[in-house]
């Protein structure tokens, strides 16, 4: 269990830390190495903050500390003419720019990891940045639909949601709204609207921080569905107010937050249908019975033993011999060369997870079945595929 965490711990540090190259077209909408989202909808992405009065900050010696979280909302949206794009970060507070917040979380790591040898500083991180995405900040909820399905993520640990853009952007643009939620000490730099950061804690290593390293991002779960049905009931922005389908709600994440997705899952029956990538099995999991997704590498598999994930009811495994654990993220797309993408083409790798984590949604959430988990695809033909207690 150790040399897992371990392991994680160091793939995320050289995706943090590696060098990135990233071309603008300054005739272009968003950056280049973003692939366009395919579905009928732009996408709108905001911020909320919310403080959970009922559990305390167990990172800080201060008792009145509580535990809050800071959440990216990408959702379906009706996009002005001319409008600009969202940065690749974003600062919930306005008071740091995105290329202070992307030398911000480089920073961290070289204090994390001192002998990895890379400077904060240095054009690329600056370049990172500046980079754009296919939302647009703040934009109108899209008016084509009364509501629409939920879906909240959680992130790899040192890793915030906006690091996974690919596959939200591609989920929102499906008619999803969807939720990164970022842990705070766990998701790389957490910026909070007062301005202050927080910063990922040390990897946990002993038995009691594995378990607090689950529990406590599953516990935002949990936090985050609760002030979405306040948000839905009277959203102070008049933006999402009667505009989340509550009725329709998945839970999905990468790693660490693969782990605490099921586990969260499997505490609130608000939750129909969870995915999870190269995210072990939980402690205290008890095996669901509502309908759950292992999309994995070779890689999940030799650090864990396992062949697939608890279950109860309708389960798939789903594997591809060219994934490692980073395939998940936007990682396999950045110019740079990236450690631990795994062996397929990047852009084919983003493709593919895009394409199963969607139809997996659309199926259990939206009732549309694609037939991509019925069996072997030539579509793509990289990926395997099993399945219990389906129809």
Known sequence: MRRYWLMLSALIALLSLAPVSLAQDPQSTASTFLPAPTGPYQIGRTSRHWVDESR???????????????????????????????????DISGSMGSEALAVLLIETWVAL???IGIDAHGPEVSELGRSTTHSFADAPISAAQPSYPVLVFSPG????????????????????IVVGINHPYYSGVTL?????????????????????????????????LDELEILNAN?????????LDLTRIGVFGHSLGGAAAPLAASQDKR???????????????????????????PS???????????????????????FDHLSFADDPIWPAPMPLVGSLDGMRTVQIVRAYVLAFFDKYLKGENSGLLDGPSDEYPEIEIRSQNTE
């Open 157 to 176: 640990f040192g890793g915030p949601p906006e690091e996974y853009t690919v596959q939200i952007e591609e989920l929102a643009s499906h008619g999803y």
């Open 113 to 115: 990891v001192p002998d």
């Open 235 to 243: 959203d102070p922005a008049g933006v999402f107010t009667g505009r």
């Open 192 to 224: 909070f609207p007062d301005g202050h950061a927080v910063t990922v804690t040390d990897f946990p290593s002993s038995r009691t921080e594995q378990r607090q390293a689950q529990t406590i991002p599953a516990s935002d779960f949990i936090f985050t």
């Open 271 to 297: 939750v129909q249908a969870v995915v999870t990538e190269d995210g072990m099995p939980a402690f205290d999991y008890e095996p669901l019975e509502r309908p759950i997704m292992l999309f994995a590498s």
């Open 56 to 90: 305390h900050e167990t990172f800080t010696e201060d008792a009145d500390d509580h535990r809050e979280i800071v959440v990216t909302i990408w959702y379906p949206a009706d996009v002005a003419v001319n409008a600009a794009p969202a940065l690749y970060f974003a």
């Open 300 to 322: 999940f598999f030799e650090m864990t033993g396992l062949s697939e994930f608890p279950s109860l009811g309708v389960n798939y495994v789903v594997w591809s011999d060219g």
